[in-house]
């Protein structure tokens, strides 16, 4: 579709509203990440957006320029959400383990340069009245923790197999390998499956809309066990802001004990925007308004 701008009566005179110049109409394209690149860097459009880590290995590919690329320092999750809590998965202790083996700066730095690792739920205390909880492994080496899964794995006694849901995309393709690697080196079985396959692990990328820890805690339970459900629960229902504080404390503790989600990192978010549009502006939610992209917004 075509979006024209049509002239506010209340800021100009109507006998001197001019028709609109070619440079003031947007375009709006749909079309699949790889053309959207290609299009962008042979000059026939001035923005891209939408990008994810899936799609981020087509910008080498494309040759386009590092000054057109814009990262979001988005704020939200992004990890591996335990989808089935049978068999191996359905003790704590080996999600934890498992969560334990991932090399989370070797993973990203497969996919994309400088983007930073985090091995916890919430990126800051928020409006919880703790800090976030870390997790008990934190300080063990790679070498220790590996150990400590391969130890859990070998003493379930049976063959494990682990179906991840991934979506489609080289970088999606770079991520499940590393995954893949991950797991085979503590003597798991790795399967990839579509993303809304059923899956033992399934991929979690979503920017927060706000910041509340509530929405971390309860985007990340998916499933979770009763005590974590409840707490959860119960902050939502808190009559004062002090006992929301205090009960989503609660849930993250409760939380990082269950282990229902596996943290890689925070989402990643980019776009490919044309030196001309010099309003645009990277930020927590990635949201880009068209409006927002020019001095002479409409």
Request: a neutral charge; aromatic letters at 6%; one cysteine or more.
């Amino acid at each position: 579709p075509l979006l024209r701008p049509i002239p506010d009566p209340r800021r100009v005179d109507p006998d001197e509203a001019a028709t609109p110049k070619p440079e003031d109409d947007v375009r709006l394209i749909a079309e699949s990440p790889a053309r959207a690149i290609l299009r962008f860097a042979r000059g026939a459009s001035d923005l891209m957006l939408g990008g994810r880590f899936a799609t981020w290995p087509l910008i080498d590919a494309a040759g386009v320029g590092s000054t057109a690329i814009r990262v979001d320092p988005a704020a939200g999750l992004f990890g591996l959400s335990i989808a089935e809590r049978d068999g191996f998965l359905a003790d704590p202790a080996n999600r934890q383990a498992l969560s334990a083996a991932f090399d989370r700066a070797s993973i990203l730095a497969a996919i994309a340069p400088n983007w930073e690792a985090t091995d916890r739920l919430l990126p800051d205390a928020l409006d919880s009245d703790a800090p976030p909880q870390i997790p008990g492994w934190a300080l063990l080496t790679l070498d220790e923790r590996r150990a400590g899964a391969r130890a859990r794995v070998t003493a379930w006694g049976k063959p494990v197999r682990l179906q991840v849901a991934l979506p489609q995309g080289p970088g999606a393709n770079l991520l499940y390998g590393q995954i893949g690697a991950t797991l085979l080196a503590i003597g798991i079985t790795p399967e990839r499956v579509a993303e809304d396959a059923p899956a033992d692990l399934r991929l979690i990328d979503a920017v927060a809309p706000f910041d509340s820890a509530r929405w971390y805690l309860a985007t990340a339970c998916a499933p979770c066990g009763p005590a974590a459900q409840t707490a959860i629960e119960q902050a939502r229902l808190a009559p004062t802001l002090a006992a929301r504080s205090a009960a989503i404390a609660t849930a993250d503790a409760a939380i990082n004990a269950d282990t229902p989600f596996i943290p890689l990192a925070r989402p990643l978010r980019w776009s490919l925007v044309s030196g001309r549009l010099r309003q645009y502006q990277t930020n927590i939610r990635a949201w880009h308004p068209l409006n927002r992209l020019r001095a002479d917004t409409n």
